[in-house]
C-alpha cells in the first residue's frame, strides 16, 4: 500500500513537473514554407499533380522528428500581419521580385505585405532562406544579370537584400567546392568538421551585410568558371533584424543536397536558433572570415548571338485579323 502510494505521488510529480515545463516547449512550431518563383521556377519546390514538392516532402520528414508544423504555399497575397501572426518562423524558396505575378503567375505579394514581412521578424520572429532566397527581390534594374548586378550597393540596396543580408550576382557549372566551418559552435554545424565538399550549384554572391555573423566560407579561387573569380565568401551566415533573427545558405539546388543529412542538419539548425529555440552568440565577423568577400567577381558579357542560319521563308500573313 505504501509502496503503491508512493508511486502515485512520485506520478503525481512527475506529471506536475511535466506540465510545469510545458507552456512554451509543448507548442507546436509551425513554419512558413514559402516558395512563390517570380523568376526561375526550382524543380526541387515545383508543384506537380497536386502533389508536395521534393523539397517539401523532406521538410514533411524534418516536421515529423523536431514536432514541426509545415504550411506550403506560394501565395504571395496573403502576407499580412495577422496571417504572419500564426508561424514561428518564415521559410523562403523564392525567385524575383515576389510582388509581381512573374513566372509562376501565383498571387503576387502587395508592397505592404514585403513589409510585413519585416516587421514580423523585427518585431521577434525568425526568417530562414535558403538556395534562391538571395536571388529574391534584387536591388533595382538588376533583375539582368548585367554589369550592375556585379557592384555592391550597401545602404542603397533593397531592403530585403539588406534584411536577408546578402544578394546572388551569378552562378556557373555545378561543380564540387570546399566550405570552411568559422563557427562549428552554431545549430547544425557541430559534426560539420574544420570544413565540408559537397557537389552543388553554388551561387556567388555580393553585397553583404556588415552584421553578419558568417557560418561557412567558399574557397572561390579553387573553383572552376568566371563567376568565381574572386576571394573567398560566405555561403552560410545568421544576423539579428532588430529583435529578430534572419538565417540564410546558398545550399539547396540539388535534391541531393535535400537530401544530404549536413544540409538537413544545417537547415534544422538554422530554423531552431531563428525559432529561438536554441541559443547562439552571433558577433558580427564578416572581416575575420572572409576579409575580401565584398571583391566581387569582374562582369563577363555574354557573347554575341549567333548569326541565324539561312533564313527560313516568311510565314505567310494570315488571311484575316487574328482572333
Ligand atoms: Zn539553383
Known amino acids: 500500500m505504501r509502496k503503491k502510494l508512493l508511486a502515485s505521488l512520485v506520478l503525481i510529480a512527475a506529471l506536475s513537473m ?40 523532406v521538410l514533411l520528414e524534418l516536421g515529423s522528428r523536431n514536432g514541426w508544423e509545415f504550411v506550403f504555399s506560394k501565395d504571395g497575397s496573403k502576407f499580412n500581419k495577422d496571417y504572419l501572426a500564426q508561424f514561428d518562423c518564415v521559410l523562403f524558396y523564392t525567385t524575383g521580385n515576389l510582388c509581381l505575378p512573374g513566372t509562376d503567375g501565383q498571387p503576387p505579394m502587395t508592397p505592404e505585405g514585403k513589409q510585413a514581412l519585416f516587421d514580423y521578424v523585427r518585431g521577434g520572429q525568425g526568417f530562414v532562406g535558403t538556395h534562391s532566397a538571395s536571388d529574391t527581390f534584387h ?3 538588376e533583375s539582368q544579370k548585367g554589369p550592375d548586378r556585379y557592384l555592391n550597393h550597401g545602404d542603397q540596396a533593397d531592403a530585403y537584400v539588406r534584411f536577408l543580408g546578402g544578394e546572388f550576382i551569378k552562378h556557373g557549372a555545378q561543380q564540387t567546392a570546399k566550405n570552411t566551418v568559422t563557427d562549428p559552435k552554431f545549430p547544425g554545424f557541430e559534426k560539420a568538421g574544420a570544413d565540408f565538399s559537397l557537389h552543388e550549384e553554388w551561387y556567388s554572391l555580393k553585397d553583404f551585410a556588415p552584421d553578419v555573423h558568417v557560418l ?11 563567376e568565381y573569380d574572386r576571394p573567398p565568401y560566405p555561403t552560410t551566415w545568421a544576423r539579428h533584424q532588430s529583435k529578430g533573427r534572419v538565417f540564410y545558405t546558398a545550399l ?33 565577423n564578416l572581416r575575420e572570415t572572409a ?11 555574354p557573347p554575341p548571338p549567333k548569326p541565324k542560319a539561312a533564313a527560313s521563308p516568311a510565314p505567310k500573313p494570315a488571311s484575316s485579323g487574328a482572333k
Open 291 to 301: 576579409p575580401e568577400a565584398m571583391t566581387n567577381p569582374p562582369y563577363v558579357a
Open 18 to 57: 511535466a506540465l510545469w515545463a510545458a507552456p512554451d516547449s509543448s507548442h507546436r512550431r509551425k513554419i512558413l514554407f514559402f516558395t512563390k518563383s517570380s523568376g526561375f521556377e526550382h524543380p526541387v519546390i515545383s508543384w506537380k499533380d497536386g502533389q508536395p514538392s521534393f523539397a517539401e516532402k
Open 252 to 284: 539547396g539546388h540539388r535534391e541531393d543536397i535535400w537530401t544530404n543529412p549536413l544540409f538537413q542538419a544545417i537547415l534544422t539548425g538554422g530554423l531552431r536558433w531563428a525559432m529561438g529555440d536554441v541559443k547562439a552568440e552571433i558577433p558580427p
Open 139 to 141: 536591388t533595382g534594374g
Open 216 to 226: 561557412s566560407v567558399i574557397d572561390a579561387p579553387k573553383m572552376t568558371g568566371p
